[in-house]
């Protein structure tokens, strides 16, 4: 079986940038005072990452290789918080047939589902989900809770407002690219304290906002 891809973002190093072999990275983080660097299973990931920054990928991730044996453990035990808003977004095609929904993370319980909506991508609804939550506390006032999303493309786009998508705007999608010029205007006029946390799939299984279609 042939080996998985991997691609390396190295943050600090002799050069920075995204790299798709060890031993490129390897010669970028060897011998370098606090290098920081880490391995990816996808370009787009690889990307989204190089551009959160690395302070906000370990913050979110701990990076376990630093860790000892002992801490690993602890580290794979501690569970998410389970007072929270979980959020999801389901394409069928690329693009295709997409919806999105939120649910609390503790019961599962569905609190918004929007969709069928023509010619979107994943990325986009969950850009549009994360926002719908936002708004969603704000109107309730629940100004604290957080929102996990496992999307770092759209954790990027949150923190750029701005959905940085690739989609071409058409008939059949004219009411999606409607909903993302209200989602950055709203990003734009508005501000929270919710914090918006990378839901850990390797460690905590599918997120619980999940379509359950994979």
């Keep these: 079986m042939d080996k998985k891809k991997k ?5 600090k190093g002799y050069q920075v940038g995204i ?24 370009l787009a990931e690889a990307q989204d990452a190089f551009r959160l920054g690395c302070e906000y990928i370990f913050d979110q991730t701990r990076r376990q290789d630093e860790c000892s044996p002992f801490q690993r453990l602890q580290h794979h035990a501690t569970p998410p918080l389970w007072q929270s808003i979980s959020v999801d977004a389901a394409c ?10 939120g649910v609390y ?31 969603f506390l704000q109107k309730n006032a629940q100004f604290d809770m957080p929102i996990y999303t496992d999307s770092l493309t759209a954790l990027s786009w949150i ?5 940085k ?21 709203w ?15 390797d460690l905590w299984g599918e997120i619980p906002a999940d379509f359950g279609r994979k």
């Excluded at 969709?115 to 936002?134: C, K, M, Q, S, W």
Aim: glycine share 8%; with cysteine; hydrophobic share 30%.
């Design 159 to 163: 923190r750029e407002k701005k959905a």
């Design 92 to 101: 069928v095609g690329n693009p295709g047939k997409l919806e999105y929904r």
């Design 7 to 11: 691609y390396y973002v190295v943050w």
């Design 19 to 42: 790299f798709d072999n060890w031993n490129e990275c390897k010669r970028q983080v060897e011998g370098y005072s606090g290098a920081k660097y880490k391995s990816f299973d996808s």
């Design 165 to 185: 998508t690739q989609l071409t705007e058409n008939e059949r999608n004219k009411s999606l690219f409607e909903l993302l010029k209200r989602a950055e205007q």
């Design 105 to 135: 993370t503790d019961t599962g319980k569905e609190i918004f589902r929007q969709g069928v909506f023509e010619e979107g991508t994943n990325n986009i609804g969950e850009f549009l989900a994360i926002v719908h939550a936002l708004a």
């Design 187 to 201: 990003l734009n006029t508005h501000t929270y304290a919710n914090p918006i946390l990378y839901w850990r799939t």
